[in-house]
């Protein structure tokens, strides 16, 4: 399974962008599929992660409230709406599948890494 994701882009705080990850191969739904992200001399950081049926998520504390996971199956899509974006949410931000059934917010526990999407707010 290969995953791209998109949606990136420049906006103001207080601003939203709808992150998608799509998935190539008809495996993508026997996954469960987190967003990281990455700043310039930062590590990757757990942002968002989403079970195979889409009944379970689970967030990172700072952007909790602000951020929404989902996912279509049928489209093989994940998708991340971004709300009250912070100068702070600024990074590259990725996806990646785990069949992992417990430290979900641990980026060794994910493969199939996608290409990620810059996604800049400016203040």
């Known amino acids: 399974v290969q995953l791209q994701a998109s949606g990136g882009g420049l906006v103001q705080a207080g601003g939203s962008l709808r992150l998608s990850c799509v998935a190539s191969g008809r495996t993508f739904r026997n996954y469960r599929v987190g967003w990281f992200r990455q700043a310039p001399g930062k590590e990757r950081e757990f942002v968002a992660t989403?079970?195979?049926?889409?009944?379970?998520?689970y967030y990172a504390d700072s952007v909790k409230g602000r951020f929404t996971i989902s996912r279509d199956n049928a489209k093989n899509t994940v998708y991340l709406q971004m709300n009250s974006l912070k100068p702070e949410d600024t990074a590259v931000y990725s996806c990646?599948?785990?069949?992992?059934?417990?430290?979900?917010?641990?980026?060794?526990?994910?493969?199939?890494w996608g290409q990620g999407t810059q996604v800049t707010v400016s203040s």
């Open positions: 990646a599948l785990t069949s992992s059934v417990s430290y979900y917010d641990q980026p060794t526990r994910y493969n199939n």
């Open positions: 989403i079970s195979r049926d889409g009944g379970s998520t």
